[in-house]
């Protein structure tokens, strides 16, 4: 019955899972505005520490879901989707540490992406909830490949943890990298991640545009570009193939 519930509740937080790093964003570059402090903690020094330590955490997460989008199997942890779905089980790569290392990569990157407001009462409170939800929607996503695979996911799930990562038991990939399916996967996220660093860092300043200068802004400059040039290729269909 419990797992049952979880994984109803699963299902509706898969739904409306895309826009929880929306939210992340927003309430830190609040929080960053209100407090205009980098970190929780009482001297420049320890604070410089802790924003790197976050932009870490976040980019660890960012380089999770790369390598695990880029050696994913075609039909299975897809963009944008509405409900489970798995061409084939992915069992090799990240996938033989972890059975969801998208999620782990999520719930680091949007771990780092709430530290970066400077407050770790809300850095602890996006971790524990993050766990939470991505708790349920693993059960949910767990019982539609077990209902479509399995003894196959059954010896899978037995050796591998579902959200922490075993240290030993890799097992190469089963394809090669491919860069161009990253790219359509994990762009947005990536851009995303820019933006938090970007709107905290500019919250802080009270969103005072004549501080508008200087790398971070060149930096954000280019992602923007970058961003839109990806958006126009996928207009014109050069990711039409993928998924």
């Known amino acids: 019955m419990y797992q049952q519930e979880m994984a109803r509740s699963g299902k509706?937080?898969?739904?409306?899972?895309?826009t929880y790093i929306y939210t992340i964003i927003a309430i830190s570059t609040l929080i960053a505005y209100l407090t205009r402090d980098i970190g929780p903690f009482a001297t420049a020094q320890a604070d410089c520490v802790w924003f790197w330590v976050s932009f870490g955490i976040a980019s660890a997460g960012a380089i999770v879901r790369i390598f695990t989008s880029g050696w994913a199997a075609?039909?299975?942890?897809?963009r944008a989707k509405v409900a489970a779905e798995a061409a084939e089980l992915n069992t090799t790569g990240p996938y033989s540490l972890v059975?969801?290392?998208?999620?782990?990569?999520?719930?680091?990157?949007?771990t780092g992406l709430a530290m970066l407001s400077g407050s770790w009462v809300f850095g602890a409170l996006v971790f524990l909830l993050a766990i939470l939800v991505y708790e349920r929607i693993s059960v949910?996503?767990?019982?539609?490949?077990?209902?479509?695979?399995?003894e196959?996911?059954?010896?899978?799930?037995?050796?591998?943890?579902?959200?922490?990562?075993r240290l030993t038991g890799w097992v190469s990939p089963k394809y090669p990298f491919w860069w161009k399916r990253m790219i359509w996967r994990e762009q947005n996220k990536l851009f995303l991640l820019a933006t938090g660093v970007f709107l905290t860092?500019?919250?802080?300043?009270?969103?005072d545009v004549t501080a508008l200068n200087g790398n971070w802004v060149t930096a954000y400059a280019v992602l923007v570009v970058i961003r839109f040039i990806i958006g126009g290729l996928k207009m014109i269909g050069f990711f039409k193939e993928l998924s």
Do not use: C, M, Q
Request: a positive charge.
């Open 99 to 110: 059975r969801n290392p998208l999620y782990v990569g999520r719930i680091l990157n949007f």
């Open 12 to 18: 509706s937080l898969f739904f409306i899972r895309g």
């Open 201 to 207: 860092w500019f919250a802080r300043t009270g969103f």
């Open 152 to 165: 196959a996911h059954a010896a899978w799930a037995a050796n591998v943890p579902a959200l922490l990562p």
């Open 74 to 78: 075609l039909g299975t942890s897809g």
């Open 140 to 150: 949910y996503e767990e019982e539609y490949l077990r209902d479509k695979f399995g």
